[in-house]
């Protein structure tokens, strides 16, 4: 404020304080009455839900053609109807003031980006028409697509946080303006610059972050699996592995995993995680680039290496990792309504990274039913063998968690 008199001076100052102190208490006063504060959060809200569900380029590497808006992620007539309900399955989803609820969603709508072109869509025909992946290219176009899921999420958060960024700028501007002219009618106001905002600054980490996290994706693992898928051959860091049981969710997303040296320094990796339930058990894929192959190794063979181990490290994906996740209804609504109201409160408030376990099991009856068929072997009964033994390829590769019974 140049070119004022000190009495005009000394007002705005008390205008600006008061407007500030107001500010720093609630952030949200820069909206207006609740009616309002409100309307902007559903306008937030809506715009991005119909922003998600345009057309956008297609994910293969090189296409210029639209996508399709409903390429699924998870094969929808295969896992996703596996634990269907009425047509139904739940996901966590997030709502007003960041609280976590469960959400029917219909199987229509389930685990849907838009991701591919007609064209490229048929790249998964044939194992969506077998339901099962029966072959390395199978496998690898799964995880191809579930990449390219999260690569088309990151981006459309990225725009939206920049959107969102903007108009809070401009109404956070506007409210400081108001208040100062509410002071001083005729006060010539060119521009507003305003210094640590801690919710602008948490805006413009959550864009840079995620702007080196897509330029990571897209120079590894994403290159590494159209090159494979392109030549049909190609090694990568990746591992299916299968399992007897039967676990009543689907999944596909990303974690981090964080490891840390003998000799001072952190090593991280980006772990793409899907979990896809079949009528004879379940598939899980793990999977990153090459360049962190010896960490995803690492992190399959002493953290995902029995039974018991895998079921706790999914369901720490569910709660700590994910929220792209569906489960049958009645597997969740079973829980009971007090552990069911502190994993929805860790989904929202703990964030850690892979190799983490939840307090808390998800899958009770399945954990119940793998309890007894363990206590029935003779790994059990000779009190001292190994439960599971865990028969691996040189990976990457496929392995098998056999099924335990009596011997």
């Known amino acids: 404020m140049t070119n004022i008199d000190k009495k005009t001076s000394d007002i705005l100052n008390r205008a600006l304080d008061d407007a500030m102190e107001s500010f720093e208490r609630d952030h949200t006063v820069i909206y207006g009455p ?13 715009r991005a839900d119909r922003s998600w ?6 994910a293969f590497q090189g296409c210029t053609n639209e996508s399709i808006v409903r390429s699924h992620t998870i094969q929808k007539s295969g896992p996703l109807a596996l634990f269907a309900e009425n047509g139904h399955l739940l996901q966590p989803s ?3 003031n960041d609280g976590m609820i469960m959400k029917l969603i219909g199987l229509q709508n389930a685990s ?3 991701g591919f072109c007609e064209e490229h869509e048929e790249l998964f025909a044939r194992f969506e028409r077998t339901k099962t992946l029966q072959t390395p290219s199978d496998i690898a176009l799964q995880c191809f697509r579930m990449v390219c899921r999260e690569l088309v999420r990151l981006q459309h958060e990225s725009n939206h946080f920049k959107l969102i960024l903007d108009e809070y700028i401009q109404f956070r501007n506007n409210y400081i303006k108001a208040k100062l002219l509410e002071a001083k009618a005729d006060l010539k106001i060119s521009a507003i610059t305003l210094t640590g905002d801690a919710v602008e600054t948490t805006f413009i980490e959550r864009i840079k972050s995620h702007t080196a996290l897509i330029a990571n994706v897209s120079s590894g693992i994403y290159k590494d699996l159209n090159a494979a898928i392109r030549s049909g051959d190609g090694e990568l ?3 299916h592995i299968d399992i007897p049981d039967i676990l009543p969710v689907c999944l596909s997303g990303l974690g981090t995993l964080q490891m840390t040296e003998e000799k001072p320094g952190l090593l991280e990796a980006t772990l793409f995680l899907g979990v896809l339930p079949s009528p004879k058990g379940t598939e899980v894929i793990v999977a990153t680039d090459h360049g962190n192959k010896k960490l995803l190794e690492y ?4 953290c995902l290496d029995s039974r018991f181990a895998l079921l706790s490290a999914i369901e720490s994906w569910m709660i700590y990792q994910t929220d792209h996740w569906f489960i049958k209804p009645s597997e969740w609504n079973i829980l009971p309504m007090q552990k069911r109201e502190t994993l929805l409160r860790l989904m929202r408030d703990d964030h850690t990274t892979l190799g983490h376990e939840c307090p808390l099991s998800v899958f009770d009856s399945t954990r119940k039913k793998m309890l007894n068929i363990f206590e029935t072997s003779q790994e059990y009964i000779n009190n001292g063998e190994r439960a599971v033994e865990v028969q691996r390829n040189s990976p990457p590769g496929s392995k098998r968690i056999p099924q335990l019974g009596p011997n």
């Open 94 to 96: 997030l709502i007003q």
């Open 112 to 114: 849907v980006f838009p």
């Open 299 to 302: 992190y399959v063979y002493n």
């Open 34 to 46: 609740e009616t309002v504060k409100l309307k902007t959060y559903f306008d937030f809200v809506a």
């Open 53 to 58: 569900k345009k057309s956008k380029q297609c």
């Open 237 to 239: 860091a990746l591992f």
